[in-house]
C-alpha cells in the first residue's frame, strides 16, 4: 500500500482532531477548555475543523443534512467531534427536511442547528426550504459545498455555466451568504453568520458556501480567539427626536376607532401591548405569527385579520380610523393586499427596519424595539386623560359584537360536525371540527402544534384560540407544504424534547413523507395527524371562488396511508374514525406510544358552508386583482 495515500496521510490529522475535541469535552466546553489551557489558544487546524469550532463556540451543536461528495471533509470533522460527544448529527433522507427541522428547532426552543449539504442539487433543496426562516425571521445556519476554487473544469453538479461565484449570487438573493474561497476569511465569514442567524429583531438564514478544495485547506498558527462569540445586541426604544412620542399620544388621544396589527416582531411585547389596548381604547388583530401574544380571551383581541381572517378581525380593520402597526411586515393577506384600512386617516408603526416601519403613507414612524418602545409610549399616554371609562366606547361595544358572532359561527360549525362527502362515498368530519379536537387535545396534553399549509393552515389559524405564545406554530411567511410534519425532527434534535402534533394535509404529507423513516431513525415522539379530502383543497377552494370550477388540484388515485405508515417498522399507524371524539382517542393512544405515530382522518370537501371557515378579506389574486389594485389606489394609503 502506497504511504500516501489518503487514509493513511491523514491519521496524523484526524488524531490532532480528536484530542483537541476531548481536551473541549473534558473542560466542558470551548471557551473552558481555552480558559484553563487545555486547548492551546493557538493550533495547527484546517479551514473544516474552525468552521466546526466556531460554530461550536456559537452553541450551535445540532446539525442535520445529507452529505454528499461536496461535504465529505466537513462529515469527518463532525464525526471526530461528535465521538467526543460534542455535538450531535443527523443524517435524514432530505434537505428540504433538514431545513424545516432547524428552524423548528429554532423557532419552539430557541436552541440552534447547521443545515449541512453537498453541492449542487442538495444546495438548492435546502435553499429553496430557506425561505421560511427568510420569511418568518429564524436563524438558521447552512454549510453548502460548492465549486473548487482552481476552475479546472466543470464540477460535477454546479450551476453549468462559465462563471464564478454562482452560487454566491443565488443564496445571496435569499439571504446573506459567504464563499470561503480564501480559508483565512473563515473568521469574518463566522462574524457575519453570528451576527444574521442571531440578529436580535431580524434574524434569518445565513449560507456559508465551501468549496470543495478548500474545506481541508491548512490553517497553521491559527488563533482560536479570531472565533466570534457574542449575538449583536438588541436595539432600544425608539428615539425621541422630534417628540415623536408626544405626536403619537396626541393622534391616539383624538382617535375614535384605534386598531393594532400585531406582527411577529412583537412577540416579545405581550405586556407592554395589553397595557397599550387599555390606555387608547383599541382593539387588536393578529397575525399567525404572534398567536398567543395576548391570550385570546381576552376581550380586546379580535383575533386573526386579512383575506383570511375572521369576521371580528376584518371589521376592526374596516372601520378603524388610526392603525397602530407593531412588529409587522404586512404580508398581502395579512393586511388584504394593502386594502385592509380603508377608513384609517393616521398610521403609528414601530417596527426595527426602516422600509416595514415605512409602509404606509401618512404614517409616524417609532424605530426601535417593539416591547421598548411601547413601554416608553405607554408611560407617555399615561400622564394625559385616560380614554376608558367605565362603560365600554361605542367602538369597543361594536367590536365585541363582532367578537360574539365570530365565535358563534365557529361554534355553529362545531355543531355540525360531519357532513357527507362524494369523494368518500359517507359522512365524514368537516376540518374545523377535526382540527378544534386536535388543538383542544393538544392543550390538554402540552403538545406543541405545527399546521401545514393549504386549507389546513387557512382553518388551523383561524380555529386556535391561545392563551399563550408557544402553543402553536403556523408557517404562514412561505407557507411551504410539508413543513409541519418535517418539523416533528425537531422534538429528537432538541436537548429539551417536546411532544410534536403535525397537522397536515394529504398534499403536504405527500410532498415531504420522509419523516416517517427519519422519526424513527433519530427517536422522534411525536404525531402526524393527517386530514385526507384527497386534493390541495386551499386552491380547489380559491378556483371554485374566483372562477366557478376547478383544474388540476385533485386526483383518482386512492392512498392507504394507515398501511403506508404501517409498513415502517416503528410507526404506530392509527384510523381517527369519523367523530371528534374518536379523535382525541387515537391522539391519546399516540402519545401513549414511545415513538412516532400517523392518524389518518378523512375529511369533507365540498360547498357546504359548514365544511369551512370561509374568507372574509380581499386579496390581489387571480381575476380578484383589478378591483383589489384599484381599491388600493383609491385609498392611497
Known sequence: MSENAPWTHSRPLAEARARRAQAIADAGGIEKALASGALPKVVDTTLSEAIILGLLRQEVRAFVGVLGHGSTEVGEVLRIYEDAGLLRTYGVRSEIEASHAAVALRWVTGEKAAVVTSIGPGALHALAAAIVPASDGIGVWYLFGDETTEDEGPNMQQIPKHEQDLFLRVCSSMGRAYTLHTPWAVSTALRRGLNTVDHPHRAGPFFLLLPMNTQGSPLPDFNLDELPRGAPPRLGAASDVGDVYGGAAEVLMRAQRVVVKVGGGARDAGPELADFLELVDAVAVLSPLASGVIPYQNPRNMTLGGSKGSISGNFAMEHADVLVAVGTRFVCQSDCSRTGYPEVENVISINTDFDDVT???????????????LGKLNGVLEGRAAKVSAPPSSWMAECAIQREAWDEFKAERYNRPTLFDEAWGCEVL???????????????????????????????????????????????????????????????????????????????????????????????????????????????????????????????????????????????????????????VALDQAKAHDGLSLIHVPVYFGPDEFGGLGAYGRWNVGNWCEATQALRHRIGL
Open 430 to 584: 368537516t376540518q374545523p371540527v377535526a382540527i378544534r379536537a386536535a388543538v383542544d387535545w393538544a392543550k390538554a396534553n402540552g403538545a406543541v402544534s405545527f399546521f401545514d399549509a393549504g386549507d389546513v393552515q387557512a382553518n388551523g389559524m383561524q380555529i386556535v384560540e391561545d392563551d399563550r405564545l408557544g402553543r402553536t406554530f403556523t408557517e404562514a411567511g412561505a407557507s411551504y407544504m410539508g413543513f409541519a410534519v418535517s418539523a416533528l425532527l425537531a422534538s429528537a434534535l432538541s436537548e429539551r424534547p417536546f411532544y410534536g402534533l403535525a397537522i397536515t394535509g394529504d398534499g403536504s404529507f405527500t410532498m415531504n413523507p420522509q419523516i416517517l423513516i427519519d422519526g424513527v431513525e433519530h427517536g422522534v415522539r411525536g404525531c402526524v395527524l393527517l386530514l385526507d379530502n384527497r386534493r390541495m383543497a386551499a386552491i380547489s377552494g380559491l378556483q371554485l371562488a374566483q372562477y366557478g370550477a376547478e383544474r388540476a388540484t385533485k386526483d383518482s388515485v386512492v392512498v392507504d396511508y394507515v398501511a403506508w405508515a404501517r409498513s415502517i417498522q416503528g410507526v404506530q399507524a392509527l384510523d381517527g374514525g369519523r367523530s371528534p371524539g374518536s379523535v382525541a
Open 359 to 373: 409602509h404606509y403613507g401618512r404614517t409616524l414612524a417609532l424605530v426601535g424595539d417593539a416591547a421598548s418602545t
